[in-house]
């Protein structure tokens, strides 16, 4: 059973340029979350989607950030107009239900802005 | 050894020793508690979860505490081993939340010598 995939594993962006996180859910898993993680912290809540619905954005920045599940493909997490604070792990983390079910994480997106 | 997880960061112990790390949590609401751990350059990768409703629950060498009372949460690993080396964070959830959104505490950085 493949677990929670990410791509790419590592990307570098230079201030002003798009990025884009893919995420792969475990098989039978419809419910998707994304993190944030800085150096030594832990991690920070940002957008949990169901296929083609945000369920809960209010840990997401209102501007140049977007995400998407959409019924066929991955969930995208798009960064427009990258500054260096965006430079952090991007954790995609899917469950099978909502609530207490427990949520299993792939291995991130490390993302550097030069 | 023991840890407190948000001021005392690091814990380090020697190879067969029992290890307990402890998270301090301030939401009263919070009703579901996972632990997680998280080697470098990779995913949390889920440990154990309790509910408020129990105050016990055990894996395999590990076992998680609760103590509602005091908002306290610790994780006992036995017969420590220089794989279980890494960073474990505690995460909640709370009570009667559909959303699932995690919340995650600093973080302790475990380290196990031979």
């Known amino acids: 059973n493949a677990g929670v995939m990410q791509n790419p594993r590592h990307l570098v962006r230079r201030r002003g340029q798009e990025a884009r996180l893919r995420c792969s859910p475990m098989?039978?898993?419809?419910?998707v979350y994304w993190y944030r993680q800085l150096p030594e912290e832990g991690l920070k809540f940002m957008v949990y989607?169901?296929?083609?619905?945000?369920?809960?954005e209010s840990g997401m920045p209102k501007e140049r950030f977007s995400a998407e599940f959409p019924k066929e493909g991955p969930s995208i997490l798009r960064i427009q107009q990258v500054v260096r604070g965006d430079s952090a792990a991007y954790f995609c983390?899917?469950?099978?239900?909502?609530?207490?079910?427990?949520?299993?994480f792939g291995p991130g997106t490390r993302l550097t802005v030069l | 050894g023991e840890s407190v997880g948000l001021h005392l960061p690091t814990l380090s112990v020697q190879e067969g020793d029992n290890s307990i790390i402890n998270c301090a949590y301030s939401n009263s609401a919070s009703d579901y508690f996972i632990w997680y751990k998280q080697e470098s350059g990779k995913g949390p990768q889920f440990i154990i979860d309790?509910?408020?409703?129990?105050d016990k629950r055990q894996g395999q060498r590990v076992t998680v505490l609760l103590n509602k009372t005091v908002k306290h949460l610790s994780l006992q690993i036995a017969a420590t081993q220089p794989g279980d080396s890494a960073v474990y964070f505690c995460?909640?959830?709370?009570?009667?939340?559909?959303?699932?959104?995690?919340?995650f505490g600093r973080g302790t950085q475990l380290t196990v010598w031979p």
């Open positions: 995460a909640e959830t709370l009570r009667g939340s559909t959303l699932g959104r995690l919340y």
């Open positions: 983390a899917s469950s099978q239900g909502s609530g207490v079910d427990t949520q299993y």
């Open positions: 989607l169901q296929k083609e619905n945000i369920i809960d």
């Open positions: 098989k039978g898993h419809s419910h």
């Open positions: 309790i509910r408020s409703n129990m």
